[in-house]
C-alpha cells in the first residue's frame, strides 16, 4: 500500500514568490496535517484538514493557507515568500483524529523548500 | 500548551551497546508517538504508545501516563540506527496537533 505522497520533493523560489505544495494521504485515510521543520528543530504544526474542514492552525502568518479536496488530498500555499520560509514541510495523515488508535499520524517524505 | 522535552539531546555509542531515550510531557495525552527521522528527512513511525508498553525486534517503548513521561529503549544498536529521535503528542482535550520535542540525536559508531 502507498504512504503518504508529497510533490515536489524540492523546490527552490525567490523571495516574494508563491508556492503550492501538495500532499495525497493514505488510501482511506481523512485527516491531514501540514508540518514546517526548519533545521535544527522538530516539526511545528502548521494545519490540520478533517474532512475536508480546518480542525486547527498553528501560529503561522496569514501568508500560509492551505484546503483538502473531496478525495482528501490538501495543498498548503505560502505567498509573499521570505527567506525564514525555508524548510521541511512535512504532511501527515491519519484515519480520524479523534478516536485512539485511529489517531496515529503517518508523515510523508517532505517538499524542501529553498528561498533565495 | 502542552510542553515536550527530550533527554539527552546528543548520544554518542558504540555498536552494539544499549540505550534509553526519555521524553517527558507536561500534561495528559491522547497521542504518542516515537520517530526516527532519517538523514533524508523522512519520519519512521516507530511506536504509537499513549500508555502502556510495546516492543518491536531490538526497540521498545514505555508510556507512564500518570507520571507524564515515556522511555524508548534501544538494544544492541547498529550504525543504522543514527539519525534524529523525536518524542511527538497530543493533549487530551485539547488541539488534535502533534506537538514535537526537540529531538535526541543518535550516533552510533562502527
Known amino acids: 500500500d502507498a504512504g503518504v505522497t508529497q510533490s515536489p520533493t524540492h523546490l527552490i523560489k525567490t523571495r516574494g514568490q508563491h508556492v503550492t505544495l501538495r500532499c495525497s494521504p493514505i488510501?482511506?485515510?481523512?485527516?491531514v496535517s501540514w508540518y514546517q521543520q526548519v533545521l535544527g528543530q522538530g516539526p511545528q504544526f502548521i494545519f490540520q484538514y478533517y474532512e475536508k474542514e480546518e480542525r486547527g492552525r498553528g501560529n503561522f502568518p496569514d501568508r500560509f493557507s492551505a484546503r483538502q479536496f473531496p478525495n482528501y488530498s490538501s495543498e498548503l500555499n505560502v505567498n509573499a515568500l521570505l527567506l525564514g520560509d525555508s524548510a521541511l514541510y512535512l504532511c501527515a495523515s491519519s484515519l480520524d483524529p479523534h478516536l485512539r488508535p485511529y489517531n496515529e499520524q503517518f508523515f510523508g517524505p517532505g517538499t524542501r523548500l529553498t528561498v533565495l | 500548551g502542552i510542553q515536550v522535552e527530550q533527554s539527552p539531546p546528543d548520544l554518542i555509542l558504540q555498536e552494539g551497546a544499549n540505550s534509553t531515550l526519555r521524553c517527558n510531557f507536561s500534561d495528559s495525552v491522547n497521542n504518542l508517538q516515537w520517530f526516527h527521522q532519517n538523514p533524508w528527512g523522512q519520519l519512521i513511525n516507530l511506536f504509537y504508545?499513549?500508555?502502556g508498553t510495546k516492543q518491536n525486534g531490538r526497540l521498545s517503548a514505555t508510556t507512564v501516563a500518570t507520571e507524564r513521561y515515556s522511555l524508548l529503549y534501544i538494544s544492541s544498536s547498529q550504525t543504522t540506527d543514527s539519525g534524529v529521535y523525536f518524542c511527538?503528542?497530543?493533549?487530551?482535550?485539547?488541539?488534535?496537533?502533534?506537538?514535537f520535542g526537540k529531538g535526541t540525536k543518535l550516533t552510533v559508531n562502527p
Open positions: 504508545i499513549p500508555s
Open positions: 488510501s482511506g485515510h481523512k485527516s
Open positions: 511527538a503528542v497530543n493533549s487530551q482535550g485539547g488541539s488534535e496537533k502533534l506537538v
